[in-house]
Every structure is written in structure tokens, then in C-alpha cells.
């Protein structure tokens, strides 16, 4: 499924799109790259993707990803979907903008779980809520750095510049490979302690979240 047509964040036609109780399975396989079950592209503010079972995405090179926010998505909601056996992440952004992405379930990812490419100087994503479990592949994928940034919250006004560091905001997640203990999981390159102390994850458990019969998937 395919939301939105314009590159970057220009204006866009494309809002207010609602994608929900989709069942999307067994796609890609093998032969396409750089796709997503659900994939969305430029501003879209009151767009919403909810409530959809995503399972078993294949690539051929690389993407074979869940949901998938490529070049200026913009002011979505993602929320209650279950995304599970993806050759690559579960949920992938290339470059977004101020996308909520709440109460998901992320699961079995081969390669990958979490993915962004490209750090810009606003919110990318708001990541709460959602558990993400996985017993293979890198959990925080390509490039979840932050960097600092200025911003003018008055245009006719210098002195009321800010300055911030933080480019996506992570908590309240549950995290969990039945196959490696903490101390061994790796948050973009840090312990998960140290990760906390980057103000990312601060009230985030790993934590067995309990599934039945997830082997089976």
C-alpha cells in the first residue's frame, strides 16, 4: 500500500488518508527491493495507519520492510499494528518528520528490527509504547544519532533562538530477545544504560512481554 506522492516536504494534496485492518502477508518475496508493506511519502498531516496485520515481507537486495516512511513523511499516526517476519525492519524511516508511532507490536525481524537513515534538525519520530521483539538481527539499525540544532520558536525575533539535541524521542517501550541478556543487546552501539543517559528509553523495560507461542511464527 502506498500513501502519499511527493518528494521531501513540499506541499502536498495527499491527507487525512485513513489505512486500517489491513491484513498484508507474503509480499516481495524475493524479487522487489526497496519496499514496505505499508510505505508513505511526504506531508500527510491527519493521515493515520492502524489496527493492520503485516507479516512475512521478502526483499531481493534490501527493504522488504514493515511499514516504511520514506523521503518527507510527515504528521502521521501509526498505532495497534502488528508487524512480524521481515526480512528487514519491522518499521523503517529514510527521513520523516513529527510521525507518532504508538502501541505497535514490532516482531522478528531478520536483520534488522528499528531503522532510520538520515538525521535531520527537527523530531524524525515520536516511538512509544510499542514492543519490539526480535531473536536475530541488529535492534537499532543505520543511524540513530543525534545531533545539535538551532531553531527560532520567533521568526522576527534572534534572541529567541533555542538550541536542542534531540532528533526523535524513544519511551515507554518494552524491548526483549528471548536469546540475549541484557547487558549483551546493543542500543545503537551503547549498553542500555548508557542509552538511558541519552534521555532515550528512560521508563522502557526489557522485559519478556509474554507472548503465546511466538515460536511458531
Same mark, same amino acid.
Given at each position: 500500500? =502506498?500513501?502519499?506522492?511527493?518528494?521531501?516536504?513540499?506541499?502536498?494534496?495527499?491527507?487525512?488518508?485513513?489505512?486500517?485492518?489491513? &491484513?498484508?502477508?507474503?509480499?516481495?518475496?524475493?524479487?522487489?527491493?526497496?519496499?514496505?508493506?505499508? @510505505?508513505?511519502? +511526504?506531508?500527510?498531516? +491527519?493521515?493515520?495507519?492502524? *489496527?493492520?496485520?503485516? &507479516?512475512?515481507?521478502?526483499? $531481493?537486495?534490501?527493504?522488504?520492510?514493515?511499514?516504511? $516512511?520514506?523521503?518527507?513523511? =510527515? &504528521?502521521?499516526?501509526?498505532? *495497534?499494528?502488528?508487524? @512480524?517476519?521481515?526480512?528487514?525492519? +519491522?518499521?523503517?524511516?529514510?527521513?520523516? #518528520?513529527?510521525?507518532?508511532?504508538?502501541?505497535?507490536?514490532?516482531? !522478528?525481524?531478520?536483520?534488522?528490527?528499528?531503522?532510520? =537513515?538520515?538525521?535531520?534538525?527537527?523530531? =524524525?519520530?515520536?516511538?512509544?509504547?510499542?514492543?519490539?521483539?526480535? /531473536?536475530?538481527?541488529? !535492534?537499532?539499525? /543505520? *543511524?540513530?544519532?543525534?545531533?545539535? @540544532?538551532?531553531?527560532?520558536? &520567533?521568526?522576527?525575533?534572534?534572541?529567541?533562538?533555542?538550541?536542542?539535541? +534531540?532528533?526523535?524521542?524513544?519511551?515507554?517501550?518494552?524491548?526483549?530477545?528471548?536469546?540475549?541478556?541484557?547487558?549483551?543487546? #546493543?542500543?545503537?552501539?551503547?549498553?542500555?544504560?548508557?542509552?538511558?543517559?541519552?534521555?532515550?528509553?528512560?521508563?522502557? #523495560?526489557?522485559?519478556?512481554?509474554?507472548?503465546?507461542?511466538?515460536? /511458531?511464527?
Amino acid at each position: 500500500m =502506498s500513501i502519499g506522492w511527493n518528494w521531501g516536504y513540499q506541499r502536498s494534496i495527499s491527507r487525512d488518508n485513513r489505512i486500517e485492518y489491513n &491484513h498484508i502477508h507474503h509480499i516481495g518475496q524475493g524479487l522487489l527491493s526497496d519496499m514496505g508493506a505499508i @510505505y508513505t511519502l +511526504g506531508i500527510s498531516p +491527519g493521515t493515520v495507519i492502524r *489496527n493492520n496485520l503485516i &507479516h512475512d515481507v521478502e526483499a $531481493n537486495h534490501y527493504g522488504g520492510w514493515g511499514i516504511y $516512511n520514506d523521503e518527507g513523511s =510527515s &504528521h502521521i499516526l501509526i498505532e *495497534n499494528n502488528v508487524v @512480524y517476519n521481515t526480512k528487514f525492519a +519491522g518499521y523503517n524511516i529514510h527521513f520523516c #518528520k513529527e510521525v507518532t508511532v504508538r502501541n505497535n507490536i514490532f516482531a !522478528l525481524g531478520r536483520l534488522q528490527q528499528l531503522s532510520r =537513515s538520515r538525521v535531520e534538525p527537527h523530531k =524524525s519520530v515520536f516511538f512509544e509504547n510499542n514492543v519490539v521483539y526480535w /531473536k536475530q538481527g541488529v !535492534l537499532l539499525d /543505520k *543511524n540513530w544519532r543525534d545531533k545539535p @540544532y538551532s531553531f527560532y520558536f &520567533h521568526p522576527k525575533n534572534s534572541s529567541g533562538t533555542r538550541e536542542t539535541t +534531540g532528533t526523535f524521542d524513544m519511551d515507554w517501550n518494552i524491548y526483549y530477545n528471548p536469546n540475549t541478556k541484557l547487558e549483551d543487546v #546493543k542500543f545503537n552501539g551503547l549498553t542500555f544504560e548508557k542509552w538511558r543517559e541519552t534521555g532515550k528509553d528512560k521508563n522502557s #523495560k526489557y522485559a519478556d512481554p509474554m507472548f503465546v507461542d511466538a515460536d /511458531k511464527f
